[in-house]
Every structure is written in C-alpha cells, then in structure tokens.
C-alpha cells in the first residue's frame, strides 16, 4: 500500500532519516519501534503525506491507483490524507473546544455528509469504540483513553484505509493501552487496510505483525511476529 524509497529528511543541520527504504503491505500491521530522536514521527509524517521528504519517495497505492506523494502539492496531499488516511496521536489532531460527537463528525462533513447525518454517524461510532453517552463531552474533558478512542472513531467515521498512530497508547493505563490497540487492529485487519503505530511498548508492538525498530534515522531491523 505504501512504499518508501531512499527518502531523505534533514532538520538543519539534523539528519532525521538517512535513506529509509521500506514498504507497508495491504493488511499488514506494522509496529515502529527506537529511542527517542531516531526519525520515528518524522517517518510517519512522510508515509502519511504530512511531510515531504528531503529526497526519495513515496508510493501509495489506493482505491484511486498508485500516487507519488512527493509529487502531489499540498492541497491535494491534504485531500489524499482526508480521504484515505485516519491519524491517532498522542495529542493534537482532535479540537478540545468541539465535542466527542463533532470531532468524529468533522471528517464525514468534509466528505458530504449533512451535518446532521454525521453527528447521528459519530454518535453509533462513538458507542462501538466504548464511548456511549459522551457525545456532548468536550474534547477537553474526556481523559486520555478516551481522547484516544475519539481519534479511532474518526479514523472509522471517515472509512480510513491506512491508519498511522504515533505512540497512541503512551500515556494510557495498560489495560485502556490494550484496548485502544485493539479497536486499532480491528478496524485495520483486511486486506485493503494497513496500521502503522509508532511504539514504546513491547507488547503493543508484539500485538503486531511486524515491528520494525529504527536508530539514527535508519531501519536496523525488520521482522515478522510469529502470530
Ligand atoms: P522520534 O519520533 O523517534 O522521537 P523524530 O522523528 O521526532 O524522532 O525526530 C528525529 C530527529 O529530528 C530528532 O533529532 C528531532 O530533534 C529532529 N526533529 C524532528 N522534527 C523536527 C522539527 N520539526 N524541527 C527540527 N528538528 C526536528
Ligand atoms: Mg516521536
């Protein structure tokens, strides 16, 4: 679905990835892993399409046929994003002035969907990741967990095919941690799906099908989990 090569990406004088070649395949859950600083969130801003490599590229291969990323000028990575990409971080993304149900609705809007419609949408969304009855909530007044859940009702509502978390679960409990992982690797099994989750945790990253682990800005290590 997608696939990376030679991208480059430099901050100043920082050389954030060196030349990373990797390809995330339909239906693959894919965990990255490393320390701090080694390029981890800058890959996932140019898988996604948020960033653009220095050098490099990357393919997407979607409903519409393959897309150079790199190529495409910002609105219409934006519009690629909104269409087929759900994102899950750890904070940002999510306005703490709208409520959980105007959150999950926000993409369903940008797509057509009536106002209406997509709050009714947003509400059943809300109750299948666990959040039934907090619809009026302020984003700002949910705790993290839930916060998380918000994210992955949004990333549902607007029926993303690739889902790119960036440690979704570090500031959770273990067991909210495992159920957030959870409703992620549902919503991502099948084969026109993919998840890619940047992570701490070796047994979120175990949940996995694949965990690459990453050090100065290069993928050292690449390997299926045994499921
Ligand atoms: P990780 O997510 O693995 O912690 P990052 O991808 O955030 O790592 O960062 C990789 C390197 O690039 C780090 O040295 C970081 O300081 C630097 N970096 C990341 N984003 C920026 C930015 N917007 N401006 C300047 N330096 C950045
Ligand atoms: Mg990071």
């Known amino acids: 679905m997608l ?3 030679g991208v480059v990406k430099h901050y100043g004088e920082t050389v954030a990835l060196h030349s990373v070649t990797l390809a995330v395949l339909a239906g693959e859950s894919l965990a990255v892993m490393g320390p701090s600083g080694c390029g981890k969130s800058t890959l996932l801003q140019i ?3 948020i960033t653009r ?4 590229d990357v393919l997407y291969s979607g409903p519409a046929g393959g897309q150079n990323l790199g190529a495409l000028d910002d609105d219409a ?3 690629l994003r909104a269409r087929d990409f759900g994102f899950v971080f750890q904070q940002g993304l999510l306005l703490s002035e709208l409520t959980a149900a105007e959150n999950v609705a926000v993409p369903l809007m940008l797509t057509g969907t009536s ?4 709050v ?4 059943q969304l809300l109750a299948q990741v666990g959040l039934g009855g907090l619809d009026a909530r302020r984003l700002g007044q949910l705790s993290g967990g839930q916060a998380q859940r918000v994210a992955i009702a949004r990333a549902i509502a607007s029926d993303a095919r690739v889902v790119f978390a960036d440690e979704p679960t570090g500031a959770l409990d273990s067991r909210t941690a495992t159920e957030v992982l959870e409703l992620l690797l549902v919503h991502t099994a099948g084969q026109q799906r993919a998840l890619v989750i940047v992570t701490h945790d070796e047994s979120v990253a175990a949940r996995c099908g694949r965990i690459i ?3 100065d ?3 050292v290590s690449d390997v299926q989990v045994a499921s």
């Open 217 to 219: 800005g290069r993928v």
């Open 213 to 215: 682990r990453m050090s």
């Open 120 to 123: 009714a949408r947003a509400g």
């Open 53 to 56: 490599p220095d050098s490099g």
């Open 47 to 49: 898988l996604s399409g």
């Open 115 to 118: 106002s209406r419609d997509a």
């Open 3 to 5: 696939q990376a090569f």
């Open 77 to 79: 990575r934006a519009a």
